[in-house]
């Protein structure tokens, strides 16, 4: 309704907008430039990762003299192709990293233990295994290099 009384043309109402027809469900809305932390990617290790060490036979391929990137991907997953080209291309420009990818599918006993619940999703280790940096869903190039700079020591 509108201040005389009338209802609202149904265009005049809605998200865009900001007002909400007359018994309807509110609106519930992300503040402007704010993204959800499975979306903006890379995110600090917390409780459940802290101090956990994968080695070669988890991951099944020699971990990088300097740093490792774990790429979680399944076969329907479209976002993990492009991961991969991202995790393969910086492994590239930095020496000493490596990038293994693991098919969720083929081995969930893994998957449960780090508790990985949707992909891609992506662990980085440094010389020792230790997992420094996760994150779900396609991280950006420049996010991957960051994660790196906590992993690789000089």
Do not use: W, Y
């Given at each position: 309704m509108?201040?005389?009384g009338?209802a609202?043309?149904?265009s005049?109402t809605?998200?865009?907008?900001?007002?909400?027809?007359?018994?309807?469900?509110?609106?519930?809305r992300?503040?402007p430039?704010?993204r959800?932390?499975?979306?903006?990617?890379?995110?600090?290790v917390?409780g459940?990762?802290?101090?956990r060490?994968?080695g070669?036979?988890?991951v099944?391929?020699?971990?990088?003299e300097?740093?490792?990137?774990?790429q979680f991907?399944s076969a329907f997953c479209?976002p993990?192709?492009?991961t991969?080209?991202?995790?393969?291309?910086v492994a590239?420009?930095v020496?000493g990293v490596a990038?293994v990818?693991?098919?969720?599918?083929a081995h969930?006993d893994?998957?449960r233990t780090?508790?990985v619940?949707?992909?891609?999703?992506?662990?980085v280790?440094?010389?020792?295994g230790?997992?420094?940096?996760r994150?779900?869903?396609?991280?950006?190039?420049?996010?991957?290099?960051?994660?790196l700079?906590?992993?690789?020591?000089?």
């Amino acid at each position: 309704m509108n201040v005389r009384g009338r209802a609202l043309h149904p265009s005049r109402t809605g998200p865009r907008t900001g007002l909400v027809a007359r018994g309807a469900a509110p609106v519930r809305r992300a503040r402007p430039g704010v993204r959800p932390p499975a979306v903006t990617g890379g995110r600090r290790v917390r409780g459940q990762d802290v101090g956990r060490r994968l080695g070669a036979a988890e991951v099944g391929a020699e971990l990088g003299e300097r740093a490792t990137l774990v790429q979680f991907s399944s076969a329907f997953c479209q976002p993990c192709r492009a991961t991969r080209r991202t995790l393969a291309e910086v492994a590239g420009m930095v020496d000493g990293v490596a990038h293994v990818e693991i098919d969720a599918e083929a081995h969930l006993d893994l998957v449960r233990t780090l508790r990985v619940r949707r992909t891609p999703t992506v662990l980085v280790l440094d010389a020792d295994g230790a997992v420094v940096r996760r994150a779900a869903g396609q991280p950006r190039k420049a996010d991957v290099i960051a994660a790196l700079g906590d992993a690789v020591r000089d």
